[in-house]
């Protein structure tokens, strides 16, 4: 069966720690593995798309990796405006499967 | 930019009526899907379509329906709703067979009283 499993729940930081969101999946042929961002009230934003094993992707403090059986979102030396909860999903056939997401709070 | 709007942020309806949720995208995209966001659940799918009049049944389907006369909108029709699909409804679209990433609208926070 398809899965993906997030770890931790929820991550408390201070401003500038820098911390490792995991994102763990079993799919039967992975055909890509996704990062949003969601907002309180808000629908998730897409942050990134990652293909093969290998692949690294960035935008401004985060970086998504890949490895064959999970990914990892590095947050590097962390804002308050980085607080959000962050999915992560595969895809599995046309639809994604969806983990239950890191809510991340970081204090100033 | 990708935009997908949903017809409403918030929404309080009766035990037992009819209840329309719309969602429009502007990228001409081909699939679009419902899914519902719940503490502690995530987001579950409930219906999507690849195509004009296409639709497939995702994790949860009952008590659901769906419709696409048009490419660009998407609707979900609770046909009678119950307290128990009280809950965040999100609207996403995506293109087709190569890039698979699916854009999110703002969401539809459904009360059933």
């Known amino acids: 069966e398809d899965q993906v499993t997030q770890s931790p729940e929820a991550l408390r930081l201070q401003e500038g720690e820098s911390s490792s969101l995991n994102c763990s999946y079993t799919v039967s042929g992975l055909r890509g593995l996704f990062w949003y961002r969601q907002d309180p009230g808000k629908g998730p934003e897409f942050l990134f798309t990652?293909?093969?094993a290998g692949e690294e992707k960035e935008k401004e403090r985060l970086k998504a990796t890949l490895t064959k059986k999970e990914s990892f979102l590095h947050i590097t030396a962390p804002k308050p405006e980085d607080s959000a909860t962050y999915l992560c999903a595969v895809q599995a056939g046309t639809a994604l499967i969806f983990g239950k997401g890191t809510t991340l709070s970081v204090s100033s | 930019d990708v935009k997908v709007t949903q017809s409403s942020r918030y929404l309080v309806k009766r035990t037992g009526e009819k209840v329309f949720l719309e969602c429009v995208q502007d990228m001409d995209h081909e699939n679009m899907f419902w899914y519902r966001q719940d503490p502690g659940l995530g987001l579950r799918l409930i219906y999507f379509s690849y195509d004009v009049k296409m639709k497939e049944k995702g994790d949860i389907p009952e008590g659901y329906s769906v419709s696409r006369e048009k490419k660009e909108r998407f609707s979900l029709i609770l046909e009678s709703a119950s307290t128990n699909q009280t809950s965040m409804y999100l609207c996403?679209?995506?293109?087709?067979?190569?890039?698979?990433?699916?854009?999110f609208g703002p969401g539809t926070r459904l009360t059933v009283t």
């Open positions: 996403a679209s995506s293109p087709g067979t190569v890039n698979y990433e699916q854009y």
């Open positions: 990652l293909y093969s």
